[in-house]
């Protein structure tokens, strides 16, 4: 039996991660966040100053990868995150645990070590992944692969409301500036390089509401799915 995937890659901010658990939930397919994967291998890797050292102690930490203690408890209000039995769901979304998923990712041992634990989420009776190559390297197998992106400014706009809300204090310019920093680490790294997918329907949500990508996600997708 075809377990229908859909793929949804793009750059940091683009809202990737909200419209794939609405998409999930539309389905009723299962869920998987590649990035809360690789910021939960960042945040390890930090918490054992192991992230500064990663060329010379690239074994011990591709065996994190491997072992990572990693639960995802979801609920109606959302989906929580822990690591090492403590809640991290906000702690992964900050700038900060971003630019650690960022630099984990560049390492080809350790997307490896990953790539296993990606796939396993392909269960019936569908997956939609949230990543920035799920459609490219992880699931090129997938029925319907969208690019999400928008601007850096539009982006960073947004981030700026989702970690005010949070409580955080924060300079949209220096939000700015790392996506932009990000946005060229990701597209310029040798492995799995930030691209669409020369198959994806691409969405540039820049000056669309969230209702407006879900109907021309959904529209797409209703298209590509093998009944």
Partial sequence: MTVNIITIDGP????????????AAYYQFHLLDSGALYRLLGLSL????????????????TE?????????????????????KQ???QTI??????????KVAIIPELRQA????????????GLVADGRDMATTIFP?????IYLTAS?????????KQLQGMGLDVKIKDILANIQARDKRDMERAVAPLKPATDAYIIDSSKLNINQVFKLMTTFVDQQLVN
């Fill in 87 to 89: 809640d991290v769901t």
């Fill in 114 to 125: 990953l790539f296993d634990r990606q796939r396993a989420f392909v269960q019936a009776p």
């Fill in 141 to 145: 197998e997938a029925q319907a692969k």
């Fill in 12 to 23: 940091s901010g683009s809202g990737k991660g909200t419209l794939a658990a609405k998409l």
């Fill in 93 to 102: 979304r900050t700038e900060r645990v971003g630019e650690f998923a960022s």
């Fill in 46 to 61: 930090h918490q054992q100053n192991l992230l500064d050292c990663l060329d010379s102690k690239i074994d011990l930490c």
């Fill in 64 to 84: 994190i990868a491997k072992k990572l203690d990693i639960k995802f408890v979801t609920s109606d209000v959302g989906t929580e995150v822990w690591l090492d």
């Fill in 152 to 160: 850096a400014e539009s982006r960073a706009e947004r981030r700026l």
